[in-house]
């Protein structure tokens, strides 16, 4: 992905732990921080925006240090609205975030980890 | 026994019924008279088939069926079923719900052997109590044989508590058990945890504000005792589920406390909220409900859970396997 060293631009969310910004040169967010109770509004509202993109819609997450289960259940449920052949693509999520979706969304097509 | 009425491997249930027999064995050979006619039985029927027993009680029904055991799902009970929270979701259901809607399913499950702890006990025997709810109203017999010879007395009247039906050692025929009190069971099972450590490694109170605090102190003070990787990743989300709930559903605030004991990391979370639902934590989540997966987390992921709820609050302690 070579995001690191980029400079954030126009925050598209942010709550004390959590910042979402525009993903530069494709369609998505960049998050950075940690996913919980107290972020996890910044991060639903993120995402609702962040699927309003006609093709795929990327997440890189390799500033996400954690999510909780109900962090992964909204990102379950906005890969579940969209059309069907699209996709949201992660890129390189926390392990806690890969082992509550093989846990609880093991058969989600819409949602794609990225090896990059 | 004079009174033994029909051999219960004859028996017809009602379509929509739950069947939940406890069989006490005295030897292998009970064991596999008990056992593999029902699995037998079962393939003949067409019905679905699974048998989670520890592991050398499997490999003896595995022998006993021949070529038979590839159409039966064989679980070893000591892996799939160590946390007794997770045998309804993760191993009962887990089965039962992938089956078709139109046949009965058939599952041998034997989730309290002699080995199991007496810290392990409580939550064993409230799972087995809890199943005749988890399962009322559905097609599904669950066979649950116990040791008569190795388990003490008080486990094997536990299993009088838990079934509403019970094959004596020796029979081939089923009676009503006069004890059934499942409801009683778990009540009498919800009491108070032993006390842990006067000095915990860690002792955190929480509120909403401090949920990742009491996460990286959490995360921070287990991976000192030596659990890592996966186990660590695991603990982080026992952590934040549990203080999350004390957060939104126990009161707003609680504490959290983790200490070694016996080989596992132990880590506890406890407020002023009271648990309502014996189920919590044991219905396996379908694809788009929106909560409910917390405590089920914290059941398939760790080694043992027990709960003490009540007017004074809530006690979730986990164990987690170093």
Not at chain 2, 76 to 101: H, S, T
Not at chain 2, 197 to 216: E, I, K, N, T, Y
């Amino acid at each position: 992905m070579g995001t690191q060293g980029e400079a954030s631009s126009a925050a598209v969310g942010t709550a004390p732990g959590l910042t979402v910004s525009p993903l530069p040169g494709l369609d998505g967010v960049r998050a950075a921080g940690e996913i919980g109770l107290a972020t996890r509004g910044t991060w639903q509202r993120a995402l609702e925006q962040a699927v309003r993109v006609d093709g795929d819609v990327h997440v890189d997450m390799s500033g996400v240090s954690f999510v909780d289960v109900d962090g992964a259940r909204v990102l379950a449920d906005a890969a579940g609205r969209l059309p069907e052949g699209r996709r949201l693509v992660l890129h390189r999520p926390p392990a806690t975030l890969r082992r509550v979706l093989e846990m609880f969304w093991p058969d989600q097509p819409a949602i794609e980890v990225s090896k990059s | 026994m004079s009174t033994v009425t029909e051999p219960f491997t004859g028996s017809r249930p009602e379509p929509g019924a739950f069947v939940h027999p406890a069989l006490f064995y005295r030897d292998d050979d009970e064991y596999l008279a008990g056992t593999v006619p029902f699995v037998r039985e079962g393939l003949a029927g067409g019905e679905p088939v699974a048998v989670a027993v520890p592991g050398e009680r499997l490999a003896l029904i595995r022998d006993a069926l021949g070529a038979d055991a590839e159409r039966v799902r064989l679980l070893d009970m000591r892996e799939a079923g160590r946390n007794p929270g997770r045998i309804i979701p993760g191993v009962l259901r887990a089965f039962a719900d992938a089956q078709p809607a139109d046949r009965r399913v058939r599952i041998i499950g034997e989730p309290i052997w002699a080995g199991r702890s007496g810290t392990e006990y409580p939550a064993c025997v409230q799972h087995e109590a809890l199943i005749n709810d988890a399962f009322e109203g559905r097609a599904v017999t669950i066979l649950c044989p116990y040791d008569a010879v190795r388990l003490d007395a008080g486990v094997l009247a536990d299993a009088h508590a838990t079934h509403p039906v019970v094959i004596p050692a020796g029979s081939a025929g089923e009676l009503p058990s006069t004890a059934y009190d499942p409801a009683g069971v778990v009540a009498r099972y919800n009491a108070p945890l032993p006390p842990g450590p006067d000095a915990p490694v860690l002792s955190f109170p929480f509120a909403a504000g401090s949920l990742p605090d009491a996460r990286h102190a959490a995360t921070g003070a287990a991976g000192r005792l030596g659990l890592g990787g996966v186990r660590l990743d695991d603990l982080a989300l026992v952590t934040a589920e549990l203080t999350t709930n004390s957060v939104v559903h126990g009161g707003g605030a609680g504490v959290l406390r983790l200490w070694a004991e016996d080989g596992y990391v132990v880590c506890e979370v406890r407020d002023r909220g009271r648990l309502t639902d014996p189920l919590a934590g044991r219905r396996p989540a379908s694809r788009d409900q929106r909560g409910g997966r917390g405590l089920l987390l914290v059941n398939l992921v760790c080694d043992l859970v027990r709960t003490h709820t009540g007017q004074d609050g809530t006690t979730v302690r986990t164990w987690f396997a170093v």
